[in-house]
């Protein structure tokens, strides 16, 4: 597994989605368990990151790389099987940057990342969406999802 930048934190596993046309009650727990921060799901972008000697913070910075692999016809081919790894690498940025930001998972397989009490982000479907049309880039979305947490928060959300 590749080394993890900035961070010693262990990776937490997300919980399951709910299956379609299927519900099943389980009590809560006696004492609820934070919300994942930190899922990982991105190894392979890592990896590809690593062998063009390219660093990839998770910060904003980071999401400014990928955007500019994207932009390059040839990244861009190798990293259209790295969708669901970019917006890993997107949700982690969130979860670690936006305070009380946490991983979800409504859709098996589409995990989101909770921003504020009435706003998520479907990190996936925006990294996909960027490698299938090029627009928004994901820094864009990044600033977009910053400034709906300041407009919450002079709301009073």
């Known amino acids: ?9 262990p990776l937490q596993s997300l919980p399951p989605g709910m299956a379609r046309r ?5 009590p809560a ?12 799901g991105y190894d392979g972008l890592l990896n590809y990151c690593q062998g063009k000697a390219m ?8 999401l400014v790389v990928i955007d500019a692999l994207i932009e390059d016809p040839e990244a861009k081919s190798d990293l259209t099987g790295l969708a669901r790894a970019i917006g890993m690498f997107y949700g982690d940025v969130l979860t670690h ?12 397989g589409f995990p989101v990342v909770r921003i504020s009490r009435n ?4 990190v ?8 299938d049309i090029g627009m928004p880039t994901l820094a864009m979305n990044y600033d977009h999802a910053i400034d709906l947490i300041d407009e919450d928060r002079l709301q009073g959300s």
Do not use: F
């Open 124 to 131: 996936i479907h925006v990294a996909q969406r960027r490698l």
């Open 22 to 26: 299927y519900a099943e009650y389980k």
């Open 119 to 122: 706003t998520s982000v479907s």
């Open 55 to 62: 660093a990839l913070p998770r910060s904003r910075e980071g």
């Open 97 to 108: 940057i936006i305070p009380g930001a946490h991983w979800e998972v409504v859709e098996e």
């Open 1 to 9: 597994m590749p080394d993890r930048d900035e961070t010693e934190e």
């Open 29 to 40: 727990p006696d004492t609820p368990s934070p919300a994942p921060t930190n899922v990982g």
